[in-house]
């Protein structure tokens, strides 16, 4: 896409140059775009969240739950700070498979899809980017259908999505953990976790109880 014939910055590939002018000596000169982006990234707030354990209060959803400060608490989801999404709904209405159950620190049955093959569930970060370092997820508090075949994915345009990690045939009972380390040299707005196979009812519903996401957040408040 081009502005007034100019080409956007994110059309651009880093090893483009861009002709820039020095006002203090008169002169033009040529800038890598990959030194601007880098320039720009660091001008961004960035906070680091560490995994401890199953259900602590250091990832993003609870600093994001307490608008930063660390102290009292909302939602994210319902407050409009996260979107959650599912590629279909247990009965068809989103209302019926709570997906704000999901990031409300509570065990409970959360979400649940059609059971269709490679149902996802998506998160989406809006104007921050995570890169991610951990992830957590939680099956939920009813025993059937719990998730044992995945990957955990990142993405920013939501049609290209990146593997950052993949299990296959867990064992699995309601309420448990899986908090699983993750190595990414990149920011992501959007996470994903894509069923590759069958539940533990040997069918294709996803289900999830809890989700948590940690590592260096770009973009605050």
Known sequence: MKINGYPELTSLTDEDLIL???????????????????YCAGSVAQNTFTYSSNGDANGIFYWLGTYGTGSGWLNPYTA????????????????????SQL????DGNG???QNIANSWLKIDLKQRKLKPSYYSIRARQFNANLIKNWKFQGSNDDSNWTDLDSKTNQSVVASQ??????????????????????????????????IELYGTLQGGF
């Open 20 to 38: 820039g002018w020095d006002a203090e000596t008169g002169t033009t000169r040529k800038i890598k775009v990959s030194t601007i982006k880098t």
């Open 80 to 99: 409009g700070l996260v979107g959650i999404t599912g590629s279909s709904y247990y009965d068809g209405s989103a209302s019926n498979s709570d997906v």
């Open 103 to 106: 990031v409300n620190r509570v």
């Open 111 to 113: 979400f649940a899809s």
């Open 177 to 210: 953990w899986f908090s699983l380390s993750v190595t990414s040299s990149t920011f992501y707005r959007l996470f994903r976790i894509l069923q590759m196979g069958v539940s533990s009812s040997s069918d294709n519903i996803l289900t999830l109880g809890e």
